[in-house]
């Protein structure tokens, strides 16, 4: 039969257990209050000029006011993201390595490549799809279409002779392509391109007659009269182009494509941590100043939220390997 002393410390282990979990879960609440003590990199691994880094920046600018520590951003393009995002999978769970990044990253890398030195939800910590944009089928002046109504026409009558241009093989941009041309019963012609800024090019230069593009880069153009809006690829309409019709309003109901960047940090960085920075990034994403920053360049703030990412992902993922597996779209 156990001892008074053996049934005292038998009770006492729990409370032990219970105090000491109570202990380390408010010494990080007191470290998560000193973080940022050192400036903070923001992986982007995009090129600068396109959707991802624009608003990074943006979002890096404001963090750098509101915690007193400078984010700054580090762009490590190449490989389909990969680079970027296995930098930062890779790096310690400490907070000052984080990434921003979206669909390429998150979505369309675990359609398309068979080994990727990253899983997309288990290697990060998300702290949240941060904006999105919608994007545009976008035509150089020239093109003979004013309208999808009149681009099915001519794709119908010359299957594959016109091409539509994306800034890259298997990117958001290729596949919203795809989907349009399913959507329309056509065949058009892929021609990828290596970033956003370089497919710009190629468009006003009349290089390709069409493109999907996001409503970042091509909205200057479109002012500027060197290139012509289609169609808006998103749900609804965008205030920046108000008399440019959806793609559902075009007679092709259903279709939803856009754009979105997200931020996380690599997995077991401290959920206080976690916290603040998603806590700090819903002040920042409310405030007049970002949300008029957003809405110059055609972007939408979005909630912060670690399980709407988690569905977005699980849910693009699905669509996304329906369009590669119609579209035979495949990883260069």
């Keep these: ?172 941009s290729n596949f919203g392509g795809e989907q349009l041309a399913s959507a329309l019963g056509v065949k058009l012609l892929h021609v990828p391109y290596r970033g956003s800024s370089p497919l710009m090019n190629a468009l006003v230069a009349g290089e390709v007659p069409f493109s999907v593009d996001t409503l970042v880069v091509a909205a200057p153009q479109i002012r500027a009269g060197r290139i012509k809006a289609i169609a808006v690829t998103a749900a609804r309409r965008t205030s920046l182009l108000p008399d440019v019709p959806t793609v559902a309003e075009s007679g092709y109901p259903g279709f939803d494509v856009s754009a979105w960047s997200a931020l996380s940090a690599p997995a077991a960085t401290p959920e206080a941590v976690i916290r603040r920075l998603r806590d700090e990034l819903n002040r920042i994403t409310a405030t007049k100043d970002v949300i008029d920053r957003f809405a110059a360049i055609g972007v939408e703030p979005v909630v912060a939220d670690p399980d709407d990412f988690v569905r977005v992902v699980r849910q693009d993922i699905r669509n996304f390997t329906r369009i590669a597996k119609e579209a035979n779209i495949q990883a260069e």
């Design 1 to 172: 039969m156990p001892s008074f002393a053996d049934r005292l410390d038998n009770r006492r282990r729990p409370l032990a257990w219970v105090f000491g979990c109570a202990l380390l879960a408010s010494c990080l609440g007191v470290w998560a209050q000193g973080y940022p003590a050192k400036p903070v990199r923001m992986v982007v691994p995009f090129p600068p000029g396109g959707f991802a880094d624009v608003t990074a920046r943006i979002v890096a600018q404001a963090f750098t006011e509101r915690l007193g520590q400078s984010f700054i951003i580090e762009n490590k393009p190449g490989a389909s993201t990969l680079i970027g995002a296995e930098s930062v999978a890779k790096s310690a769970p400490d907070g000052y390595t984080l990434l921003y990044a979206g669909s390429s990253t998150f979505t369309v890398n675990p359609v398309l490549l068979k080994k990727l030195p990253y899983d997309p939800l288990k290697s990060f910590a998300p702290i949240g799809i941060v904006s999105r944009t919608a994007m545009l089928l976008l035509a150089h002046p020239s093109a003979p279409a004013n309208n999808l109504k009149e681009l099915a026409a001519l794709a119908a009558a010359k299957p594959g002779h016109y091409a539509y241009g994306s800034f890259g093989n298997g990117t958001i």
